[in-house]
């Protein structure tokens, strides 16, 4: 049996604290992207604070291989602003300057806010109002939240929790059972630092298991300070190409 695809990248590709070597200097925007798309298969934008425009994301998708992948992440303000009871209305502007990727844009990760009790009937209107030919995945925002009827809800529209290493999540809850996003923002308490050897063999039996379960999988690295999102999703990918030592 042939293993679904796994996905691994950055949260971001042109981070101020990457070096020459990893992202040449004096490149536009668009290039910038393209050298990146050399190194990886995907790129987790932040595009909920300052929404790109359609031509934008066009040149986006224009700068890289027809099996590059983008995932966008929404965050806790707008998700906020998508629970209300017009979710549709709030998310109509940034879902409109997404659809020129098409269909390489293959998730979207919905951070619900803090302080927001569990609420089915809210969650289930902002599914409802999403577009159907997409994949989502949504982070939790307090224990609360995981229970069972949750799981089922976002298992009801194909969606799936974000699995983050800082709740000590490591498997993934029974949902949709083919889509896994995984948010990886460093080791540290409060997220930062590298993960290293040890942990990220770890993760990538995590990962190779997923897969072996027909889940097509995405790993992205927030932890940006001093390139180590880089330097860990290299060697993350190298082990489960089978080349890491």
């Known amino acids: 049996m042939t293993a679904v695809a796994a ?3 950055t949260c971001g590709w042109h981070n101020p604290q990457w070096n020459p070597r990893v992202l040449p200097a004096g490149l536009t925007v668009e290039e910038r992207l393209g050298h990146y798309a050399t ?14 425009s359609r031509t934008q994301t066009a040149r986006w998708r224009a700068s890289v291989s027809s099996d590059f992948r983008f995932a966008a992440r929404v965050s806790h303000t707008l998700a906020q602003k998508a629970c209300s009871r017009h979710p549709e209305d709030a998310l109509a502007p940034l879902l409109q300057a997404l659809e020129p990727l098409e ?14 009790p569990p609420m089915g009937d809210r ?62 923002p ?11 050897a040890t942990a990220l ?29 880089v330097k860990d999703a290299q060697l993350l990918n190298s082990y489960l190409q089978g080349d890491g030592r």
């Open 186 to 196: 460093g080791p540290a308490p409060a997220g930062g630092g590298r993960y290293g």
């Open 103 to 116: 269909e390489q844009l293959a998730a979207l990760l919905i951070e619900l806010p803090a302080g927001l």
């Open 39 to 52: 190194r990886f298969s995907a790129v987790e934008l932040e595009v909920s604070h300052t929404i790109p």
């Open 7 to 9: 996905y691994v990248g």
């Open 201 to 229: 063999r770890g993760w990538a039996t995590r990962v190779a298991n997923w897969q072996r379960k027909g889940n097509r999988v995405f790993v992205f690295f927030a932890n940006a300070e001093s390139g180590f999102a």
């Open 123 to 184: 969650l289930s209107r902002l599914l409802a109002a999403l577009p159907h030919d997409r994949q989502y995945a949504f982070t939790l925002p307090d224990p609360q939240w995981h229970r069972r009827e949750i799981y089922d809800l976002l298992g009801e529209f194909g969606a799936t929790v974000c699995v983050r290493d800082r709740d000590a999540r490591s498997e993934l809850p029974s949902t949709s059972g083919k889509f896994v996003y995984a948010r990886l």
